[in-house]
């Protein structure tokens, strides 16, 4: 009887533990009061201020998604950090290296733009503690998103929160308010047009694409070349997520998440040229390029002959 006693005991305790871990995470995400590990200096969270174009292109022009203002110029606006940086060096990457803190300094992923007073406003006030006017559902979506991607913890107050917003939301997509309305421009009514298009710049690539069949893909920009990495399967992923084919034996128990498969490929003629597809299905290069065209990322491969290549469509995701 006393075994059998002990025995129960052994089980509740197990149950217990096992949903006392379950409740400290919410959406992958580990939850965790905020700690500063290490001093938080924005040295080391720099970025180069021509990001802005990129912003500019990912959003289809100047405004921004907090508000629906559109600004006459960029001199107008700033560079806004969805999740703040010091927040994100709270949350975790005052663990991590200067390479990674300003990975996360100039990604897409939480970049946006803002008025100055709105980005003063905002400053480095979590999602618990601020809200945008416009587009909550799309905000909450990124900080979710760039709390994943970087394994930031979430403290119970900003997790309950975001919890609420999602809970509420049709969709995540972003939504553009009131485009029409210039504010501060002198020509009343006057809408900006950009003098470029993204197609035309060679960072218009920039970003984390759906590649439609299973998997989220983030391009990114290394010695002026493009280079692109699995960061997310929603889908089963190739070979249970490991590179077993590689022709490299040393690599096949490597895995495919933050793996690059898009490589070297270098902007030419309004084009992305010159690299190769690497296919963890069978361990092979191929020959591609790369097109945007209205948002969609056009990715043709071939081994020998272009004209028999295939060509699939990527969606931008951000």
Not at 45 to 66: D, F, R
Not at 273 to 302: F, H, M, S, T
């Amino acid at each position: 009887m006393y075994l059998v006693r002990i025995v129960m005991i052994a089980i509740v305790m197990a149950l217990w533990c096992r949903g006392s871990v379950e409740a400290q995470t919410w959406r992958g995400l580990r939850v965790a009061q905020e700690s500063r590990c290490s001093q938080y200096s924005a040295a080391d969270y720099s970025y180069p201020q021509s990001v802005e174009v990129s912003i500019i292109n990912n959003l289809g022009g100047i405004w921004s998604p907090y508000t629906g203002r559109v600004f006459p110029n960029r001199w107008e606006t700033e560079i806004e950090h969805i999740v703040a940086r010091s927040e994100a060096h709270d949350s975790g990457l005052c663990a991590t290296d200067v390479n990674e803190r300003r990975q996360f300094s100039t990604d897409l992923l939480n970049l946006t733009l803002a008025s100055r007073d709105i980005n003063q406003e905002k400053s480095n006030k979590d999602a618990a503690e601020w809200q945008p006017i416009l587009n909550k559902c799309w905000f909450a979506n990124q900080v979710v998103l760039v709390r994943q991607k970087y394994n930031l913890t979430i403290d119970r107050r900003e997790a309950d929160k975001l919890d609420r917003v999602l809970g509420s939301c049709a969709s995540t997509a972003l939504v553009r308010g009131s485009a029409s309305i210039v504010e501060g421009a002198e020509s009343k009514g006057r809408e900006h047009q950009l003098a470029t298009t993204e197609n035309d710049l060679p960072n218009g690539i920039l970003g984390v694409w759906d590649t439609t069949d299973g998997a989220h893909v983030e391009v990114y920009e290394r010695d002026n070349k493009y280079h692109g990495k699995f960061i997310l399967f929603y889908d089963e992923p190739p070979a249970g997520g490991f590179d077993i084919k590689n022709p490299d034996q040393a690599l096949r128990d490597r895995p495919l998440l933050g793996t690059d498969f898009i490589l070297n490929f270098e902007f030419i003629d309004q084009k992305w040229k010159n690299g190769r597809i690497y296919n963890p299905e069978n361990g092979k290069q191929y020959r591609a390029d790369l097109e945007l065209k209205d948002g969609v990322l056009k990715v043709r491969g071939w081994i020998w002959i272009r004209l028999l290549g295939r060509t699939v469509e990527w969606k931008r995701i951000s």
